[in-house]
């Protein structure tokens, strides 16, 4: 539950840098790093693992409570997030095909 919360705080920082995004097809044009109109595993993480890196402000690749928001909480590391990160992708991806399309990319996870 604690990296579930931590998850949506983290993505809240994320925040001004999806809040510039107008619409669906641009939200998926700036994750799409390789525009194939689609977004993979890979691109989804780059996206989403910013805010960890911008959160780990000594670079130990590992979140701990002073770092994180409010000052407290259980330290996460990258690959843990990482991990977190891949399970959302796995359940917005609602026809299996691996890649999110900008329809499941918007549609909240199930």
């Known amino acids: 539950m604690k990296t579930?919360?931590?998850?949506?705080?983290?993505?809240?920082?994320?925040?001004?840098?999806?809040a510039?995004?107008?619409?669906?097809?641009?939200?998926?044009?700036?994750?799409?790093?390789?525009?194939?109109g689609r977004v993979s595993p890979d691109e989804y993480l780059a996206w989403m693992l910013y805010a960890f890196d911008r959160m780990d402000r000594n670079g130990d690749g590992v979140l701990q409570a002073e770092e994180q928001p409010g000052g407290r909480g259980k330290p996460i590391s990258r690959e843990e997030q990482r991990q977190v990160i891949l399970a959302r992708f796995a359940r917005q991806d609602a026809n299996g095909d691996g890649y999110l399309s900008a329809r499941e990319l918007m549609a909240p996870p199930r």
């Open 20 to 36: 510039q995004v107008q619409d669906t097809s641009e939200y998926l044009q700036r994750m799409d790093s390789d525009s194939d």
């Open 4 to 18: 579930t919360l931590l998850v949506f705080l983290m993505l809240g920082c994320a925040l001004p840098v999806a």
